[in-house]
């Protein structure tokens, strides 16, 4: 089989891949994309309910913060294609944006379609070649070339990107190909394990609250009794546990049997004054409506009322000192016990890897094997929940694009 010849192939046709792919190919590069699945952007499509959370509003050096200790390697690429470099890029092809209260940004359509379409549209545009139907099957690097087997064929390279996501959803693709073909080429793997997922919990009561989101609340991590970490954001209740951008920017912290606290309405000093007040000008009401004023939802109320055994039918004037020092401590903090968190193939991304120490932060290039890149989820990195990830995605696949592209001008010059 005749081996096709290509200046640059890159593994993988999520918005890594295509974003790569359309950066290089407008420069007149040959550049071909192997996906082995039947179409593009699989993953992206129902990214963000289909809605796709594309960045965030956050100022930049606050940005960089969402990446935990990978926050200096994230740094160099997401400082050299900004999120408003990536919105810049999208209107120049007729596409708004939109910004929720946390200051994530979508489409204004609010559909992933769109940003699936803009790529494949710029990758047509500059003559990019997408093979669908294509696994990678093996990978050498022999005599300054990369030599590839795919299921559709034979295919050669000078300079190679892998993009081909973590894990999670792995009915899009992102079934751990990366991987493989990384450590067959020298690289290290640091262990795959699930991020931005749900929790179970022990004991857990509120499956009449599923559905139920509250905003703002302060969530607390520990283990062994010492507080490993904390996040204030919306909380989900779900059927089986916890969910919400509060429990998912936490998911890289947390372990089976560690304790979560949850401050539903506030610290307890706080409560305890509040409650207070509110007993005083509600002493004709009873408990439960009082509580109503806390802005909680109703059902949420009558369910931790009835689950701690506390009367929420009692007037406000006649309740006894330890009732209200219960309900206090139910609602300043609500514990619960991890019992384990949501299967790789449903978490939203995946923390693990290619190691971060074997890859050049500035230019995405392998410190094991020359002219091989990588881009997006295939890393070690994962951002919290609200448009990080994505814009590391393009952040990174531009940074590959542009190191490419010195190293071919540095050719010319000499």
Same mark, same amino acid.
């Given at each position: 089989?005749?081996?096709?010849?290509?200046?640059?192939?890159?593994?993988?046709?999520?918005?890594?891949?295509?974003?790569?792919?359309?950066?290089?190919?407008?420069?007149?590069?040959?550049?071909?994309?192997?996906?082995?699945?039947?179409?593009?952007?699989?993953? /992206?499509?129902?990214?963000?309910?289909?809605?796709?959370?594309? %960045?965030?509003?956050?100022?930049?050096?606050?940005? #960089?913060?969402?990446?935990?200790?990978?926050?200096?390697?994230?740094?160099?690429?997401?400082?050299?294609?900004?999120?408003?470099?990536?919105? @810049? *890029?999208?209107?120049?092809?007729?596409?708004?944006?939109?910004?929720?209260?946390?200051?994530? $940004?979508?489409?204004?359509?609010?559909?992933?379609?769109?940003?699936?379409?803009?790529?494949?549209?710029?990758?047509?545009?500059?003559?990019?070649? #997408?093979? &669908?139907?294509?696994?990678?099957?093996?990978?050498?690097?022999?005599? @300054?070339? *990369?030599?590839?087997?795919?299921?559709?064929?034979?295919?050669?390279?000078?300079?190679?990107?892998?993009?081909?996501?973590?894990?999670?959803?792995?009915?899009?693709?992102?079934?751990?190909?990366?991987?493989?073909?990384?450590?067959?080429?020298?690289?290290?793997?640091?262990?795959?394990?699930?991020?931005?997922?749900? $929790?179970?919990? &022990?004991?857990?009561?509120?499956?009449?609250?599923?559905? #139920?989101?509250?905003?703002?609340?302060?969530?607390?991590?520990?283990?062994?009794?010492? =507080?490993?970490?904390?996040?204030?954001?919306?909380?989900?209740? %779900?059927?089986?546990?916890?969910?919400?951008?509060? $429990?998912?920017?936490?998911?890289?912290?947390?372990?089976?049997?560690?304790?979560?606290?949850?401050?539903?309405?506030?610290?307890?000093?706080?409560?305890?004054?509040?409650? =207070?007040?509110?007993?005083?000008?509600?002493?004709?009401?009873?408990?439960?409506?009082?509580? !109503?004023?806390?802005?909680?939802?109703?059902?949420?109320?009558?369910?931790?009322?009835?689950?701690?055994?506390?009367?929420?039918?009692?007037?406000?004037?006649? /309740?006894?000192?330890?009732?209200? +020092?219960? %309900?206090?401590?139910?609602?300043?903090?609500?514990?619960?016990?991890?019992?384990?968190?949501?299967? #790789? +193939?449903?978490?939203?991304?995946?923390?693990?890897?290619?190691?971060?120490?074997?890859? !050049?932060?500035?230019?995405?290039?392998?410190?094991?094997?020359?002219? !091989?890149?990588?881009?997006?989820?295939? !890393?070690?990195?994962?951002?919290?929940?609200?448009?990080?990830?994505?814009?590391?995605?393009?952040?990174?696949?531009?940074?590959?694009?542009?190191?490419?592209?010195?190293?071919?001008?540095?050719?010319?010059?000499?």
């Amino acid at each position: 089989m005749k081996e096709s010849i290509y200046d640059v192939i890159i593994v993988g046709a999520g918005p890594s891949g295509l974003f790569a792919a359309v950066n290089l190919g407008a420069t007149g590069l040959k550049v071909c994309v192997l996906e082995k699945m039947n179409s593009a952007g699989k993953k /992206l499509l129902i990214s963000g309910s289909s809605q796709c959370n594309i %960045t965030n509003a956050d100022p930049i050096e606050n940005f #960089i913060e969402h990446f935990g200790n990978k926050k200096n390697f994230v740094k160099k690429s997401i400082y050299n294609f900004t999120p408003v470099d990536l919105l @810049s *890029f999208f209107r120049k092809s007729g596409i708004e944006f939109t910004e929720d209260r946390n200051g994530k $940004i979508f489409p204004a359509s609010r559909k992933s379609r769109d940003i699936l379409d803009v790529l494949l549209l710029k990758c047509r545009e500059s003559g990019v070649h #997408i093979v &669908y139907n294509s696994a990678v099957t093996s990978v050498e690097n022999k005599d @300054s070339l *990369f030599n590839l087997k795919s299921v559709s064929g034979k295919y050669g390279c000078r300079y190679l990107i892998i993009c081909t996501g973590g894990l999670s959803f792995p009915m899009t693709g992102s079934s751990g190909d990366g991987y493989r073909l990384s450590e067959s080429l020298g690289h290290s793997i640091v262990m795959p394990v699930p991020a931005l997922h749900s $929790i179970s919990v &022990y004991e857990y009561f509120l499956q009449d609250c599923s559905g #139920i989101s509250v905003p703002d609340i302060n969530v607390i991590l520990f283990r062994d009794r010492k =507080k490993i970490a904390a996040n204030r954001d919306d909380l989900l209740f %779900t059927h089986a546990g916890l969910s919400g951008p509060v $429990i998912l920017n936490l998911c890289r912290y947390v372990r089976k049997d560690d304790c979560i606290r949850i401050e539903i309405a506030g610290v307890s000093d706080q409560l305890n004054e509040k409650f =207070k007040n509110l007993i005083l000008k509600n002493g004709k009401s009873d408990s439960k409506n009082a509580l !109503l004023n806390l802005n909680l939802p109703e059902r949420l109320i009558i369910s931790l009322l009835k689950h701690y055994g506390i009367n929420g039918s009692e007037k406000c004037a006649v /309740l006894k000192k330890e009732i209200i +020092k219960k %309900t206090i401590e139910v609602f300043s903090s609500l514990e619960f016990k991890i019992k384990h968190a949501d299967d #790789i +193939k449903t978490a939203m991304a995946t923390a693990g890897g290619v190691s971060l120490n074997e890859v !050049l932060s500035g230019s995405m290039e392998s410190k094991k094997c020359a002219n !091989l890149f990588f881009s997006g989820e295939v !890393l070690d990195i994962d951002g919290d929940t609200g448009g990080y990830n994505l814009q590391w995605a393009f952040s990174s696949a531009k940074t590959a694009a542009d190191s490419i592209l010195k190293k071919e001008m540095q050719l010319k010059i000499h």
